[in-house]
């Protein structure tokens, strides 16, 4: 059985048919004496486009050197062992013009005080809800308890008319996905569509209202416009929703841009 804690999946992070029914892993007799938390390393991987867009399906390694359109939903498979009870573990993430995003986790308790083998899966899609255009070189740092462990850096592509077209092309199949009209809307925007992105995130919307994720996007877009009314009203309503695995993330993003927007 797979559990989530914050961007954390217990046990290896496998297809979510296989997730729901394999048990956590548990410790080796010979960790749970003097064990020390050892990054064991970092997977950068896409999702097959199938089930979830949010990576419940396959995943597909990838160099680090990919480049990555910024909606292809690519995120990173961090595989530590062991993991001791307790132990903070930080992701920052940066863009090639500085900080992006970091997110805590605390490792969940496990009887025997430590997890043989834990994997955080944490997904690098959000990149785009910021609707970044840098390419470049981004980066992925790893940290116990605030102790540096590892940095790992990978390409960012800003997107395309071809990778557009195919997100179309998968939304025409299926009108009433509300991601896929999110991720369209998304690309679209990246691509400075703006009145095309903001109808399909709207339209993301009213198949879906209770998503963070679309109303942060569609408030970036009304930001980047000078629609300052709308964009505080987009990421206000973003803050109120609850239930998704990943509120950390869409709260954090919606109050630095509420911050940024609302400051004399």
Do not use: C
């Not at 909606?71 to 900080?99: E, Q, R």
């Not at 940095?151 to 008319?161: L, N």
């Not at 009145?195 to 877009?221: C, F, P, T, V």
């Not at 929703?241 to 609302?262: E, N, T």
């Amino acid at each position: 059985m797979s559990a989530w804690i914050v961007l954390a999946l217990q046990g290896a992070a496998l297809p979510a048919a296989q997730a729901q029914s394999t048990p956590p892993p548990q410790p080796a007799p010979a960790a749970q004496a003097g064990a020390q938390n050892r990054l064991a390393g970092v997977v950068l991987a896409r999702a097959v486009e199938r089930n979830s867009l949010f990576g419940a399906g396959e995943v597909t390694p990838v160099d680090p050197t990919s480049s990555f359109f910024n909606t292809d939903l690519p995120y990173a498979v961090v595989k530590v062992k062991p993991l001791v009870n307790g132990t903070v573990v930080t992701f920052a993430v940066s863009d090639p013009t500085g900080p992006a995003f970091a997110i805590e986790v605390k490792a969940p308790r496990q009887k025997n005080g430590v997890w043989d083998v834990f994997d955080f899966t944490l997904p690098l899609y959000i990149l785009g809800t910021d609707l970044e255009s840098h390419t470049g070189t981004w980066t992925l740092d790893v940290a116990f308890d605030g102790r540096h462990q590892g940095t790992t850096a990978f390409q960012v592509q800003a997107g395309s008319p071809i990778a557009l077209g195919r997100i179309k092309d998968r939304l025409d199949l299926a009108p009433l996905d509300a991601d896929l009209h999110w991720r369209y809307g998304a690309a679209l925007a990246l691509l400075h569509h703006d009145a095309e992105a903001i109808q399909e995130l709207k339209n993301a919307i009213k198949l879906d209202r209770n998503y963070a994720l679309y109303y942060i996007s569609l408030g970036r877009i009304y930001e980047r416009q000078g629609r300052t009314d709308d964009a505080v009203r987009a990421f206000k309503t973003a803050l109120s929703l609850h239930g998704s695995y990943y509120d950390a993330v869409y709260s954090g993003w919606a109050r630095a841009h509420l911050a940024r927007l609302q400051t004399p």
